[in-house]
C-alpha cells in the first residue's frame, strides 16, 4: 500500500451515519500513522460545495470526487458516482462499499482493526447502501437513525469520539421503540399526506417514524405514481434539508438540480438560507422543479424589449 500523506485536515459528511463513523474512523488512523490529532471538519452538501479547499493536504469521505479536490496530497475516499477523475489526487473509490468500509479497510491494512469494530462497520456499510436483504438490516436503520435523530456533534459528544461506544449503546433501545411504535403509524398517515411539486416528484409529510424507511415502502406503493419522494427536515437554525428516494436512480439528478447530492436512489441537499420554514421550501421547491418554459420566457422578454422601445 502507498503511504499516506498527513493530512492537515480530515472532513466528512454530517448527513448520516456512514459519514460519521468513516470520519472517526480516519483520525484513527491519522492518529496511528501521525501521532497527532488531526482536526475533523463535517458538512451538509450545500455548505461542502461553497467550502475553499485552502490546506495544503487531507483526507476527505463520504463526498464525491471533484476537479476541485485534484490535489497533491489530498485523499478521497468515497462510493458516490461520479464522472471526475483523479490526475495527482489519491482517489479510493468503490460503488458497492460504504465510505465507512473503504476507510476501515485502510485501518486493517494497518493493524486498527477489531470485533468491535467489524460489527460496527459492518452494520453501517449494510444501512448506507440500504441491504434489504441483509439479516442486520433493522438493526443497521437503528444505528443510521442515531445520527438522523441526535445530529453528528451531538453524538460525538455522547460517545466521546470513541466509536466502539456506539455498539449497544442504550439510545438504541429509543430507535427500536420509535420502530416498533411509530413506524407504522407514520406510514398511514404519510400515504394520505403525499403532495405533488411537479409531476415526477412528490413531497411526504411525515409527523412519526422512520423517515427512510417510510419513504421506500411508499416508492414500493402502486398508488404513489411519483419516482421521486422527498422528505423535508427544518433544523434548529432554521436552514431547511431536504431528502430524497427513488427507486430507479432520478433521485440524484434531482439533488443537483438543488445544488446537493449523494447516492443515484437517495441523495440530499440544503435549501438557500432565504428559505427558512416548510411552507416557503415547498414554495421554492415547485419553482425550480417546474421551470418556465423558454418560449414563454422568450416571449416575455420580447414583450418587455417592446415596452421600452415605446418607451
Known amino acids: 500500500m502507498d503511504a499516506l500523506p498527513k493530512p492537515e485536515i480530515i472532513l466528512t ?19 496511528h500513522l501521525f501521532d497527532t490529532d488531526v482536526p475533523l471538519e463535517a458538512h451538509h452538501y450545500n455548505s461542502w460545495k461553497m467550502r475553499e479547499i485552502r490546506e495544503r493536504s487531507g483526507w476527505v ?25 483523479p490526475k495527482t489526487a489519491r482517489f ?22 477489531s470485533p468491535e469494530l467489524d460489527r460496527l462497520v459492518k452494520l453501517t456499510n449494510v444501512g448506507d447502501l440500504f441491504l434489504e436483504s441483509d439479516p442486520d438490516f433493522v438493526l443497521a436503520s437503528d444505528y443510521g437513525n442515531l445520527v438522523k435523530t441526535y445530529n453528528f456533534w451531538n453524538l460525538h459528544a455522547l460517545i466521546d469520539g470513541k466509536l466502539e461506544s456506539l455498539l449497544d449503546h442504550p439510545l438504541l433501545q429509543v430507535m427500536e421503540v420509535k420502530r416498533r411504535i411509530e413506524d407504522p403509524l407514520g406510514l398511514e398517515w404519510s400515504k394520505k399526506n403525499v403532495v405533488e411539486l411537479s409531476p415526477t416528484v412528490g413531497f411526504v409529510d411525515t409527523v412519526v417514524g422512520n423517515n427512510n424507511l417510510i419513504i421506500h ?4 406503493e402502486q398508488s404513489i405514481k411519483y419516482p421521486v ?21 432520478e433521485a440524484l439528478k434531482v439533488a443537483e438540480t438543488l445544488q446537493g447530492g449523494g ?37 416575455l422578454e420580447s414583450a418587455f424589449a417592446g415596452l421600452e422601445l415605446k418607451q
Do not use: M
Not at 18 to 28: E, N, Y
Open 217 to 220: 415502502q411508499l416508492l414500493d
Open 263 to 299: 447516492h443515484a436512489n437517495a441523495a440530499g441537499a440544503t435549501l438557500p438560507k432565504s428559505v427558512r420554514n416548510i411552507p416557503d421550501a415547498l414554495e421554492y421547491l415547485r419553482h425550480v422543479l417546474n421551470p418556465a418554459p423558454k418560449k414563454a420566457i422568450n416571449t
Open 229 to 249: 419522494l422527498i422528505t423535508l427536515f427544518r433544523k434548529g437554525n432554521n436552514t431547511v434539508i431536504v431528502s430524497l428516494r427513488s427507486r430507479n436512480g
Open 61 to 85: 469521505c463520504d463526498f464525491s470526487f471533484e476537479p476541485r479536490l485534484d490535489k497533491i496530497d489530498w485523499v478521497v475516499i468515497d462510493h458516490h458516482a461520479t464522472e471526475a477523475q
Open 92 to 113: 479510493i473509490h468503490d460503488l458497492q462499499k460504504s465510505a465507512t468500509l473503504l476507510c476501515y479497510e485502510l485501518c486493517q491494512q494497518n493493524g486498527l482493526g
Open 13 to 31: 459528511h454530517e448527513s448520516d451515519l456512514d459519514g460519521f463513523v468513516s470520519g472517526l474512523l480516519l483520525q484513527r488512523l491519522a492518529k
